[in-house]
């Protein structure tokens, strides 16, 4: 089955200024794959290039390298009309609903606006959709009528989610989206969200810092460090034997709800490099407590050491996380 999203090696660089010389890299050599009806969870820290592949993927942003394909379509070099033309296909949940929200619009107009843009249907039509959307969010008829500062920062979000499902995309991809969100408004919407996958059957691509969010919702996740991919692997799988020396980092801050599953590897100290000045070799290595002197010289590439579970790391004798 021809998967809803397939990337590969996509790569994005940026110039640098013209004293210095030279390409700023943010991605590089990024591929995985999103089934029909799957959740696959992006995370790492900051400055890791999540919201870049996110944006790479719907070409908001040009990717410097590599392949995009939607339901088997390459649409990284499509122009402009071709490309406006697959929007509805692929929509974006922002991060922050208070600026990604019109002011000057009202709920209706904001819900209808793509579907103008687009030339979809009737007036009738938009306004059906509209009215769908909102009853898939769970927000009353009457927010058709109301702005946006009417509502509190949760509903807010839950319209930008109706704008995204008001177009009936094929791909959603979801940036950080509960993030600006107060902690039990934060509940709620992924429950929503969990709730519409299970229901519309929406194939998504979610961005998260909180690796306790993605491990509730996401069926499989992608761990990125300094734009290159650290470890992939279904969601159990990584949770309960996360094989990376960065994952196991990444999840040891995590607080367990489960007493019996202990955790591999110890939190992260100092800060991520600069992209700017990357470390040689494995990017990870001034930060991991196993580094060998090998891991300046050699670039560990992606492989499979369990099934479905890859790993780029040179080492197979580090201790994995034990359930």
């Known amino acids: 089955m021809i998967p809803v999203l397939s990337v590969r090696d996509l790569g994005k660089s940026y110039p640098l200024r013209a004293a ?9 050599g990024i591929s995985f794959d999103i089934a029909r009806g799957e959740v696959v969870g992006l995370v790492g820290e900051s400055g890791s290039g999540k919201t870049t592949i996110g944006r790479c993927v719907l070409r908001l942003v040009e990717p410097s390298a590599g392949s995009i394909r939607l339901e088997g379509q390459d649409i990284t070099t499509l122009g402009r009309r071709a490309l406006r033309a697959l929007r509805p ?7 922050d609903p208070s600026a990604s929200l019109s002011p000057r ?8 606006e793509g579907l103008h843009i687009q030339r979809i249907g009737p007036a009738r039509e938009r306004r059906q959709r509209a009215l769908r959307a909102l009853e898939q969010v769970e927000l009353p008829v ?6 946006p500062h009417e509502f509190s920062g949760g509903q807010r979000q839950r319209i930008g989610i109706a704008r995204a499902l008001a177009l009936e995309p094929t791909l959603l991809v979801a940036d950080e989206p509960v ?14 969200l969990r709730g519409l996958q299970q229901r519309l059957g929406l194939t998504m691509l979610f ?24 470890e992939m692997a279904p969601s159990e799988a990584l949770y309960a034997a996360p094989r990376h020396p960065y994952t196991q980092a990444l999840l040891a801050a995590v607080p367990d709800t489960d007493p019996l ?19 040689s070799g494995c ?23 369990a099934p479905s579970h890859l790993k780029a790391c040179l080492r197979d004798d580090i201790p994995v996380g034990v359930p």
């Open 20 to 28: 210095r010389g030279g390409m700023l890299c943010i991605l590089e």
């Open 89 to 95: 296909r692929m929509q974006y949940v922002f991060q």
């Open 105 to 112: 619009m009202t709920v209706g107009e904001i819900l209808t």
């Open 142 to 147: 009457d927010a058709l009528f109301r702005y």
């Open 179 to 192: 993030s600006a969100l107060d902690v039990s408004v934060q509940a709620q919407v992924i429950n929503l």
């Open 207 to 230: 961005i998260s810092h909180d690796l306790a969010v993605v491990e509730y919702l996401c069926d499989r996740v992608i761990v990125l460090y300094l734009g290159r991919v650290m």
């Open 261 to 279: 599953r202990r955790r591999a590897g110890a939190p992260l100290t100092g800060d991520i490099p600069s992209v700017a000045n990357p470390p």
């Open 283 to 305: 990017v990870f290595r001034t930060r991991c407590p196993h580094a060998l002197p090998a891991c300046a010289a050699s670039v560990p590439a992606l492989r499979e050491v």
